[in-house]
């Protein structure tokens, strides 16, 4: 079992410096790539973007790439259009506010004042993100690996929580449709107590049937059981991603705990129908990282 949560940095050489991708991973329905590259590379997208959805499942990823060391070549201004810029202010200047200071503070809102000077060679840039790419999302495994474990063991724990309230009931049941045939016979005795009506035993066998079915939960506990078995199977031998199947085991987990819990009126048995409510709950806010 593995995590959607994760996080992990790759780096790879480029020039004479290192190009740094930062990897961070959450739960999401689907697989989400939201990649942000420094604005003089933002073309190669594509080339990081298809590394990590070779690689990753289910999940919503944020990349940010940062460079450490010279890597591309060095910007210098372009003197000749920062003069002409600055020329064509002061004119501007001169025609509605003359004597007014032009601060070159003005020309940092100017596009295009810097240059380049040469390129960075495409293919080393695309060779270095993919490497950069393939680190990152190998660290950001080996974390969701160890976040699956934990969260497979807390599963496994709660599980075992579930499987106990299951047991108490299936014990507490027959005591409670016990008291309530005991309870009705007392009512209707009492009813009875000043009149001259008999009650056939048949009838009264009838209607304490029709009680206990309406109590019954066998059912229920049954698909409890069967659900947590395949769960089990899911979380100790799955290699492959079972978030949504687990998601779905426990959707039907919760339902057949409110089934039980709409059954069983009976004070004595609340406390086991809430811890068993309580427990599926508490599963599925776990399941959400789930891959």
Request: proline fraction near 3%; charged fraction near 30%.
């Amino acid at each position: 079992m593995r995590s959607m949560t994760g996080y992990g940095s790759g780096r790879a050489a480029l020039g004479e410096g290192h190009v740094v991708l930062d990897l961070r991973t959450v739960n999401h329905r689907f697989l989400d790539t939201r990649v942000r590259l420094p604005s003089r590379i933002q073309g190669r997208t594509p080339t990081v973007e298809r590394v990590i959805r070779a690689r990753l499942e289910r999940g919503r990823v944020d990349v940010t790439a940062r460079f450490e060391g010279q890597i591309l070549p060095q910007s210098t201004l372009d003197l000749d259009r920062a003069t002409a810029v600055y020329n064509e202010l002061t004119r501007l200047r001169d025609a509605l506010n003359p004597g007014e200071p032009v601060p070159l503070a003005l020309l940092s809102s100017v596009p295009d004042l810097f240059v380049v000077g040469g390129s960075v060679d495409e293919e080393e840039l695309d060779h270095s993100l993919e490497a950069a790419a393939e680190a990152a999302c190998d660290a950001v495994m080996a974390m969701r690996e160890a976040e699956g474990a934990a969260l497979a063991a807390e599963l496994t724990s709660r599980l075992s929580e579930l499987d106990a309230s299951v047991r108490a009931l299936q014990i507490a049941v027959p005591d409670m449709v016990e008291g309530r045939r005991r309870r009705l016979r007392d009512r209707l005795n009492v009813l009875l107590a000043d009149s001259q009506v008999e009650l056939e035993p048949s009838r009264l066998e009838q209607e304490i049937a029709v009680l206990a079915d309406r109590s019954d939960i066998a059912e229920e506990l049954v698909r409890l059981d069967s659900h947590r078995d395949q769960m089990l199977e899911l979380i100790e031998n799955s290699t492959a991603p079972v978030g949504k199947r687990i998601d779905f085991l426990l959707q039907e987990m919760a339902r057949e705990a409110n089934t039980i819990g709409s059954k069983v009126q009976d004070g004595a048995l609340t406390t086991h129908v809430i811890a068993l409510k309580a427990c599926v709950e508490q599963m599925r806010e776990q399941a959400q990282n789930v891959l």
